[in-house]
Each structure stands twice: as structure tokens, then as C-alpha cells.
């Protein structure tokens, strides 16, 4: 074999190393954000369950999630539908209308809770006992983007019938 043709292919086989060594680093860094991703999935949806589990027992309440920044959307039509920025306003223009007319508070029953990189989705049912001895009940799916452990965007889908008819009649709780 003369050393033109065993250089060409020594350096053909070079080459292929190299391509080899470059496809096995980019498996390895894929490889590592699947493993940071499935921890940052893991946390999340430990800390909403905890949050819920929480909630359902009468302990703390899952709106402790929330980050001061919150940008939270009920979608729908009604009054309440919307996008509120902040904590303190969806607290006090969506939240505050509707827990000023239970006597008891929500309950939630969940059923499921899926972790999809920074999102956490939410499906339950809650219910209450309005002011007016009635039952409150409704159907809840929230999709949670989570950052450090907090809420910063969420986005809730519910019957806004019934909340609205909450609203409309029942007084709210004497302070």
C-alpha cells in the first residue's frame, strides 16, 4: 500500500473519531438537560401537590404559591374573566368575590397533576357551602408556570357560571 492511500485513510478514519467523539459529547450534554429538566418536573410538581394536599386538609393555602408578580388569566367571558397582574390584584378582583360569599372554604379534590418542564397542570374539583347554605361546587384545571419554587404565570379554566352565581346571590360574610 503506498503512503498517499494509508495517509488518506488514516486521515478518513481521523476524521470519523472526530465526528464519533463530537456526537457522543452532544448526546452527553442532551443527555444532562434531560436529567436537569426531569429534576426541575420532579420539584415542581412536588411542591403544587404539597401545596394542594395542604390546601385539601385545611392547612396553609395554595395561594402562598404565588409569586408578588403573578400574571394569573381566568379564561372565559364573564366579569372575573381576565388577566390580573400581581398577587394582591387577583387576590382582591377575582379571588375576594367569590370566598367573601362561602361560608366554608374550598375543598379541593384533585385528580390529576402533570409536570411539563417549568409548567405544572392542575385538574381538580372543588367545593363549599355558600353564605346562604347553598353548595358551591366547580371544576378546575390550572396550568402553573413555575420559577424557584413560585408561581409567576398561571391560567385558569372553571365553570364562570357558577362562580357568577356564587357572586350574584349570596351576601358576602359580615368582617
Do not use: C
Request: aromatic fraction near 8%.
Amino acid at each position: 500500500m503506498n503512503s498517499t492511500l494509508l495517509a488518506d485513510k488514516m486521515a478518513a478514519a481521523g476524521a470519523r473519531l472526530l465526528v464519533a467523539i463530537a456526537l457522543i459529547g452532544a448526546a452527553a450534554l442532551v443527555a444532562a438537560a434531560d436529567v436537569d429538566e426531569s429534576a426541575v418536573e420532579i420539584r415542581n410538581e412536588s411542591i403544587v401537590r404539597t401545596a394542594f394536599d395542604g390546601w385539601a386538609a385545611g392547612r396553609g393555602n395554595v395561594f402562598d404559591l404565588l409569586a408578588p408578580d403573578v400574571r394569573w388569566t381566568i379564561l372565559g367571558s364573564g366579569p372575573v374573566a381576565g388577566t390580573y397582574h400581581g398577587k394582591e390584584e387577583f387576590a382582591q378582583r377575582a379571588s375576594a368575590p367569590l370566598v367573601s360569599r362561602l361560608a366554608t372554604p374550598i375543598r379541593p379534590q384533585v385528580h390529576h397533576i402533570w409536570s411539563v418542564g417549568d409548567r405544572v397542570i392542575v385538574r381538580f374539583d372543588g367545593s363549599a357551602v355558600t353564605t346562604s347554605g347553598a353548595q358551591y361546587r366547580n371544576q378546575f384545571v390550572w396550568i402553573f408556570r413555575m420559577r424557584d419554587g413560585l408561581v409567576t404565570e398561571a391560567e385558569a379554566f372553571l365553570d364562570l357560571a357558577a362562580y357568577q352565581h356564587v357572586v350574584e346571590n349570596n351576601e358576602p360574610r359580615r368582617q
